[in-house]
Structures are given as C-alpha cells and as structure tokens.
C-alpha cells in the first residue's frame, strides 16, 4: 500500500515538474553556463516548493489554500516582478569568460530564487489539487504516514525531473564560446521576460475576477 501511495507521489511530483516553464528555462541556462551543481541546485529549490504545496494539499490545510487563493492576484504580480529581474538580468549580464577554475555563482541565490518563484504561482496549488484527484490521492487534515510518503514521492518524482533535465543540459557546459553563451543569455532573457508577460496578464485577470 505504502509502496503504491509512493509511486503515486513521484508520478505526480514528475508530472508537476515537467511542464516547460520559466523554472525549467533558469535550470537549463544555469546548468549551460556555470555546470550541473547550480542547476541540480535551482531544480532542488522547485522540488522543496513543490513538496510544501504538495503538503498543502494532501493535508487538507484548507486556511493555506484559502490565503493563497485570496492572494493570488498579490502572489502573481510578484511572480511577474521577479521573472522581469531574472529576465533583465540574463538578458544584460555579460556571459562569464571561459577560464580555468569555477564559475561564478550563489548556490543560495540559486536555490531560493526557484523556490520563491514556485511558491508564488497560486495555480500549483489548484494544479496538485486536480492531480490529486485524478490519481485518487485522499486529501484530509490528518498527518498520516499515507499522506507523508505520498508527499515524499512527490519530492522524489520532482528531483527525479530536475536531475533528468540538468543532466542533459550539462552536456553543453564547456563546449560553449564566448560569443554562444551570450546567445544563451540572451535567448534565456527573452523567453524569461515572455513568461513575465504572460504571469502579468495573468495577475490583471485574477484583479478582475
């Protein structure tokens, strides 16, 4: 039973993760241009937002749900801000030259600016509640061991995803010049600053509803 609720979870956690969105696009970019840690490092920030949200919902914390519904227009505009930063920033930063040694980074920066940006999306709270259901996950307020190793598949089955994806992308790290990882930042800012529209007409929309 307990081994049936894991797999549950970690189908759910993979399926959360997978969809291409501007998470996936820092991963990719991170993974590219400073090497696999800072990528697996960004992935493990969405996977720990989207084991609380998963607890959120799994535990049938309904006050939690209510606020972040409530919120949501706040929560979405904030997204917006932060994705137009992170765009700007991958748009305009110069690419890092190709020396000896370790690239610059923050694994700190890079772990929380995922895990805020996932958290800040009202919709993956609505996302795992309608996954839940679809794979018949029984969501109650009672902290039980079924609700927790569904919960731990869910981190499994996000980290599974991250690991995938920065593998793949770690390929490409140091085959790269100069002039292709500016492209890369400049692709990278474009497609970031696409989504930041797109959460921004999103957030208008929620202020209407």
């Known amino acids: 039973m307990l081994l049936w609720l894991f797999l549950k ?16 696009i820092m991963c990719v970019r991170r993974t590219i241009v400073h090497g696999r840690l800072p990528g697996i490092v960004s992935g493990l920030g969405a996977a720990v937002a989207d084991t609380i949200l998963a607890a959120v919902a799994v535990f049938g914390l ?16 904030g997204g917006s801000v932060f994705l137009v930063v992170l765009g ?8 890092p030259k190709l020396i000896s040694g370790r690239d610059p980074t923050n694994l ?4 929380t600016s995922t ?10 709270i609505l996302s795992f509640l309608a996954i839940f259901a679809a ?29 995938t994806l920065t593998g793949l992308a770690g390929f490409f790290h140091g085959r790269f010049t100069e002039k292709g990882l500016a492209w890369t930042n400049r692709v990278t800012g474009v497609v970031i600053l696409t ?15």
């Open 9 to 24: 979870g970690l189908a759910i956690g993979f399926l959360i993760a997978a969809p291409v969105g501007p998470i996936n």
């Open 62 to 77: 309904a006050f939690v749900t209510q606020i972040l519904m409530e919120e949501r227009f706040l929560l979405a505009l």
């Open 88 to 95: 700007l920033r991958a748009l305009l930063r110069p690419p």
């Open 108 to 111: 700190l920066g890079d772990f």
């Open 115 to 124: 895990l805020a940006l996932t958290l800040s999306n009202p919709i993956t």
């Open 135 to 163: 794979f018949n996950v029984r969501t109650d307020e009672q902290i039980g061991l079924n609700n927790m190793t569904v919960v731990l598949g869910v981190f499994v089955g996000s980290m599974g995803w991250w690991s």
């Open 195 to 209: 989504f930041a529209a797109v959460v921004l007409v999103e957030a208008v929309r929620l202020a209407w509803v």
